[in-house]
């Protein structure tokens, strides 16, 4: 079936450089794309998101980046810190999914002071 | 923000109980809410989609008689996990939306441990 995947399970950074997670995706109809934050024993955050008419969006030293062509999420950290230290989950909802967030593997992300 | 809120945050139960776990939205109208599962170093995977008044959805390969899903109100949905066993065990989280194109929030989770 259609499925939401990650390329690296652990990504260790030192503090105050900057971060990019990657996701692949599968499903060609997605059109809403959602990062998640989530910390131990939490449910997940949401950080930002970006719909599939746009390739970029911004927010508070959160990039999202979205390459339809190649079926690719980003997310960039910048300037990271250890409160980042959490698993972050890519995410996909499409309208035949009746709208339900389908979730990826996760990246564990560690920081190091 | 939008909040919603999952009790118990963490729940220990003997074998071949039943047990339940509330998810209220508390701040919004949640016409959908989900149910997630989530074991240990993985990922969330949806177990079913609930519409206020309306029977859930179950995904593929979740066992409907097992867990049984109420969501009588805007505000509430409970998943019950009936006669659990030490596979059960797992965090279990919901979240709501209040409507179709809106986002999805999330609780906190529970976490069950059967023993």
């Known amino acids: 079936g259609e499925s939401v995947g990650l390329h690296l399970p652990t990504l260790s950074v030192q503090e105050g450089d900057n971060s990019i997670i990657n996701c692949a995706y599968s499903?060609?109809?997605?059109?809403?794309f959602i990062w998640y934050k989530q910390e131990s024993g939490k449910g997940p955050q949401f950080i930002i998101d970006?719909?599939?008419?746009?390739d970029k969006r911004q927010g508070q030293r959160v990039t999202v980046l979205l390459n339809k062509t190649v079926k690719h999420l980003s997310l960039q950290i910048a300037a990271t810190q250890p409160g980042d230290s959490a698993v972050y989950f890519c995410a996909e909802r499409w309208e035949g999914g009746y709208q339900k967030v389908t979730f990826g593997t996760g990246t564990k992300l560690q920081v190091i002071p | 923000g939008a909040v919603v809120s999952q009790h118990p945050s963490w729940v220990i139960c003997k074998s071949g109980t039943s047990v339940k776990i509330e998810c209220r939205s508390l701040d919004f109208q949640a016409t959908t809410m989900f149910w997630y599962r989530q074991f240990p170093k993985q990922s969330l995977m949806l177990m079913a989609t609930s519409n206020e008044g309306s029977k859930a959805t179950y995904e593929q390969g979740v066992e409907k008689d097992k867990f049984l899903i109420n969501h009588a109100s805007l505000t509430l949905s409970t998943l019950t996990v009936t006669s659990a066993h030490p596979e059960d065990s797992s965090f279990y989280i919901c979240?709501?939306?209040?409507?179709?194109?809106?986002?999805?929030?999330f609780g906190d989770g529970t976490r069950l441990s059967i023993l």
């Open positions: 979240s709501a939306r209040e409507g179709q194109s809106q986002p999805q929030h």
């Open positions: 970006i719909r599939s008419n746009m």
């Open positions: 499903n060609s109809a997605s059109d809403y």
